[in-house]
């Protein structure tokens, strides 16, 4: 059974930093596509960014130059570096997996998806 559970939310202050952590069970880890997602609430899930197995990374525009995706495909790990945090980065951060090793930023191409991780940003 595959099991994406996500950890390091919290609440933190406008210019601050936040890691995210994804442990991945029980799924082809290494050889796939793994993303991270983010739902504000009364708006749509949105795609914030993707990293392919050989560490090919692709962000959305309003978090380049903050975030960093990274993987450990060793420890089946997925990490999110956040820095410069705002508050408009207020949300539920989702890590996804597809079946594929091709990556997209679309809700719908991702088979698999973790319970979520609040992220609080204050000004």
């Known amino acids: 059974q595959v099991q994406l559970v996500e950890s390091g939310g919290g609440s933190v202050q406008a210019g601050g930093s936040l890691t995210l952590s994804c442990v991945v069970y029980g799924y082809a880890y290494s050889s796939n596509c793994m993303a991270w997602f983010r739902q504000a609430p009364g708006k749509e899930r949105e795609g914030v960014a993707t990293i392919v197995r050989a560490g090919t990374e692709t962000y959305t525009d309003s978090v380049k130059g903050r975030f960093t995706i990274s993987r450990d495909n060793v420890k089946g790990t997925l990490y999110l570096q956040m820095n410069s945090l705002k508050s408009e980065d207020t949300a539920m951060y989702y890590c996804?997996?597809?079946?594929?090793?091709?990556?997209?930023?679309?809700?719908?191409?991702?088979?698999?998806w973790g319970q979520g991780t609040q992220v609080t940003v204050s000004s």
């Open positions: 996804a997996a597809r079946g594929g090793s091709a990556c997209y930023m679309t809700v719908r191409m991702y088979n698999y």
